[in-house]
């Protein structure tokens, strides 16, 4: 699903939080470069589907501007989703968002993370850059 848009519409959350939530054989799930930090509310419902997640062993949410709220609500929701071994979450502006390095101290299977970010050239951007205590924490 990488690159589809997926986010521009809050349909969007409500139907991958339902596939994740019933899924029984989901390993793997793509949503890179799309826009799920545009979904407002509906992260929430995404975090939800993910938590109660049993089987995804990957999952690659990089470049959807998810920010810290959206990191914070991706982060607490993989904290349950016990079979997770690689994940991607580069390119979301974390900012100081501790429920990274929490979630990375408590889970039992991560293995992979990725968390690159883009050096910041505008004043806005460094708002949200991981700073060096975020990357100390983790």
Same mark, same amino acid.
């Given at each position: 699903?990488?690159?589809? =848009? ?5 349909? #969007?959350?409500? %139907?991958?939080?339902?596939? !994740?939530? &019933? $899924?029984?054989?989901?390993?793997? @799930? ?7 930090? #545009? @979904?407002? %509310?509906?992260?929430? +419902? !995404?975090?939800? /589907?993910?938590? $109660?997640?049993?089987? !995804?062993?990957?999952? =690659? ?7 810290? =709220? ?14 997770? &071994?690689?994940?991607? @979450? $580069?390119?979301?502006?974390? /900012?100081?968002? !501790? ?9 039992? +299977?991560?293995? $992979? ?13 460094? +708002?949200?850059?991981? =700073? +060096? ?6």
């Amino acid at each position: 699903l990488r690159f589809n =848009d997926v986010g521009s519409k809050g349909e #969007d959350g409500i %139907g991958l939080s339902r596939m !994740l939530s &019933t $899924s029984t054989a989901l390993e793997s @799930l793509h949503l890179g470069s799309n826009v799920l930090g #545009d @979904l407002k %509310g509906h992260i929430r +419902t !995404l975090g939800r /589907g993910l938590s $109660s997640n049993k089987t !995804l062993t990957h999952l =690659d949410v990089s470049n959807n501007r998810l920010l810290p =709220d959206g990191i914070k609500i991706v982060c607490n929701a993989l904290r349950t989703c016990t079979a997770m &071994t690689d994940l991607n @979450l $580069s390119f979301n502006s974390p /900012g100081r968002e !501790l429920a990274l390095s929490s979630m990375i101290q408590i889970h039992p +299977t991560l293995r $992979s993370i990725g968390v690159v970010e883009k050096e910041p050239t505008t004043r806005s951007e460094r +708002t949200w850059w991981l =700073d +060096t205590r975020a990357k100390e924490a983790i």
